[in-house]
């Protein structure tokens, strides 16, 4: 196995298990050099991380299943959109590679309100195909209460934010859930699914899925001795949650994804 694409997805495991960190000249590179498995990966992995704060907010207190569902079809819809006319869409602003901070931020934006246009357009055919009635109906019970998940709460929806100061355990309950929420949402499928369409070679999503099985099998997230997959974490968050005892568990996932990111990266 060529060593390149081996460190390369190993990276891009550990990049996935954010929602933070997008970075518009990955998304510039990856528009102008479609045919590079490596460019291809980076742009999808950015514009999945734009997508899913904003599907986050408007699926909140809707089953997950809804929120993977919009995140899929939303991500779809805007690598249609960016396909379809990369020169007037992307290349007539931005002809060269945005460098600057400013360039950069605009970049973000435009491809960020792109994507919230999408997303729009997608809920407002769901809810005319479930006709007026239930559209207008109370929302669907999701697996946790409203707001665990909430992004807006945890004050990490986009780049633009003011840089603002947590304290050492608040920094790790948030970046916790947020790894828990892109399991929920199962974030890795629709990223590699996305490249499939898009041409991606099977040996590189073959690696992906090889290095996350990996990681689970020899770091698996372990709490109170009991090895937790998505699933068995599921059950246990349910039950932490009837005491209202959960910023602990948060905190082991944060610990779980630093100490495999040394064991594997290092």
């Known amino acids: 196995m060529d060593n390149s694409l081996v460190q390369f997805v190993?990276?891009?495991y550990f990049d996935m298990q954010t929602v933070e960190g997008v970075k518009p000249l990955e998304i510039w590179n990856g528009v102008r050099e479609k045919d590079d498995p490596f460019e291809m990966a980076r742009l999808v992995k950015n514009l999945l991380k734009i997508v899913i704060p904003l599907v986050n907010e408007t699926c909140s207190g809707r089953?997950?299943?809804?929120h993977s569902r919009r995140t899929r079809e939303t991500l779809t819809a805007l690598m249609a959109w960016l396909k379809e006319d990369p020169e007037s869409r992307l290349f007539q602003r931005f002809p060269y590679p945005p460098t600057g901070d400013g360039d950069q931020k605009e970049l973000y934006r435009m491809v960020r309100e792109a994507a919230?246009?999408?997303?729009?357009?997608?809920?407002?055919?769901?809810?005319?195909?479930?006709?007026?009635a239930i559209a207008s109906a109370g929302p669907a019970q999701g697996l946790f209460r409203d707001g665990l998940f909430d992004f807006r709460e945890m004050r990490i929806v986009d780049n633009e934010l003011p840089f603002i100061i947590f304290t050492e355990k608040e920094f790790r309950v948030i970046h916790g859930m947020a790894i828990v929420y892109l399991w929920l949402i199962d974030a890795d499928s629709i990223f590699l699914d996305t490249l499939a369409r898009n041409g991606a070679?099977?040996?590189?999503?073959?690696?992906y899925r090889q290095f996350a099985r990996r990681v689970q099998s020899e770091s698996p997230l372990t709490i109170k001795g009991r090895s937790m997959d998505a699933k068995t974490l599921v059950g246990y968050i349910q039950e932490k949650l009837q005491y209202e005892d959960y910023l602990?568990?948060?905190?082991n996932v944060h610990r779980w994804f630093e100490q495999a990111l040394a064991r594997f990266t290092a």
């Open 10 to 12: 190993r990276g891009l």
């Open 63 to 66: 089953a997950f299943s809804r």
């Open 116 to 132: 919230r246009a999408r997303l729009a357009e997608i809920e407002d055919g769901a809810d005319r195909a479930r006709g007026k």
């Open 201 to 207: 070679e099977s040996s590189f999503i073959d690696e």
């Open 248 to 251: 602990d568990l948060f905190e």
